[in-house]
Nanobody, 128 residues
Framework: QVQLVESGGGSVQAGGSLRLSCTAS????????MGWFRQAPGKEREGVAV???????SYVDSVKGRFTISKDNAKNTLYLQIYSLKPEDTAMYYC??????????????????????WGQGTQVTVTS
């Protein structure tokens, strides 16, 4: 079992920045893929960024160049650095993790059900 706890959300003005963190209850450096997903009210959950167990990363087109996913294995923490926030980035952001069989980051980005462990989410609200 892996418990995931997100933090770092908040309310910011458009153009601002945030860094989301996701701390795992155990080591996730061996054979673990992790990712960030988001869900806005009335919309489906969307893959934002994924880092697979080989270190490969993938992003949804709408965040490329603005979001960066990274992992600090020593701290068991996943990050999402966000720049140039837009009102359409407003959503609950969830961290997810999976171990076991390797899947590419681009595959996992489109298949959230492959993730086994999920956090409770952190809200990001962007005001114009």
């Amino acid at each position: 079992q892996v418990q995931l706890v997100e933090s770092g959300g908040g309310s910011v003005q458009a153009g601002g920045s945030l860094r989301l963190s996701c701390t795992a209850s155990r080591r996730t450096d061996n054979n673990y893929a992790m990712g960030w997903f988001r869900q806005a009210p009335g919309k489906e959950r969307e893959g934002v960024a994924v880092i697979d167990s080989n270190g490969g990363t993938s992003y949804v087109d709408s965040v490329k160049g603005r979001f960066t996913i990274s992992k600090d294995n020593a701290k068991n923490t996943l990050y999402l650095q966000i720049y140039s926030l837009k009102p359409e980035d407003t959503a609950m952001y969830y961290c997810a993790a999976r171990g076991g069989v390797w899947f590419s980051s681009i595959y996992l980005l489109a298949h959230p059900l492959q993730f086994v462990y999920w956090g409770q989410g952190t809200q990001v609200t962007v005001t114009s």
